[in-house]
Every structure is written in C-alpha cells, then in structure tokens.
Nanobody, 121 residues
Framework: QVHVQESGGTLVQPGGSLRLSCAASGTVASIASWAWYRQQPGNQREFLAAGTSGGATNYATSAEGRFAISRDSAKNTVYLQMNSLKPEDTAVYYC???????????????WGQGTQVTVSS
C-alpha cells in the first residue's frame, strides 16, 4: 500500500518563497515520475510542473522561471520550490507520483490530499 502526502503549505506574503514537499510512504521501490498541480476555488486543477527519473522536466507557462521541481530519491520525496509568489498563486497544491512498488514493474499514479497555499499581505 502506498500513501502520498503533501506538506509545507502556509500563509506567505507577496514576493515571498515557499517550498512544498510531497512524500511517498509504504511499498515504494522508486518514484518514476512526479508532477505538481494546483486548484483554485471554482477552477479546474491546473498543471504546473513535472519530472521523470530519466531527468526530463516540463513546466507550465505560469510556473516557468518562478517554480522549480526536484526530488530526493533517498527520502522518496519531491519538492516544489516557489519564488516571487503572487496573490493569484493562492490555491490548493497537489502532487501526483508515479510509483513502482517493485523494481521493473510499471508505475502506478497516486495523488496526495493537497496543501493550502495562501499568498496575502
């Protein structure tokens, strides 16, 4: 069984920075892919950034230049570093992980429950 949990969301002032974490626990052999999304009230979930164990990364226009994703494979944790935050970045942030429960098996996707980020003075 696999559990995915985001953390790090909080209230931050405009112009500030924040790092979100997404940790996988349980039967995790490796994380093959990861992605971050966000959802604002009344809106659909919006893709922000993604990465793969092969080294590929992809950023949405809204995230490029301000946000950066990374991974700590030893901790089974991925991160979203957010800089120069704006009030319009206020949202619930979600991660999606592609996890292998055993080596060489296809990865399955798991979502976390989300973490609230509020950008306000």
């Amino acid at each position: 069984q696999v559990h995915v949990q985001e953390s790090g969301g909080t209230l931050v002032q405009p112009g500030g920075s924040l790092r979100l974490s997404c940790a996988a626990s349980g039967t995790v052999a490796s994380i093959a892919s990861w992605a971050w999304y966000r959802q604002q009230p009344g809106n659909q979930r919006e893709f922000l950034a993604a990465g793969t164990s092969g080294g590929a990364t992809n950023y949405a226009t809204s995230a490029e230049g301000r946000f950066a994703i990374s991974r700590d494979s030893a901790k089974n944790t991925v991160y979203l570093q957010m800089n120069s935050l704006k009030p319009e970045d206020t949202a619930v942030y979600y991660c999606k992980l592609g996890i292998r429960d055993r080596a060489f098996r296809p990865a399955k996707e798991y979502w976390g429950q989300g973490t609230q980020v509020t950008v306000s003075s």
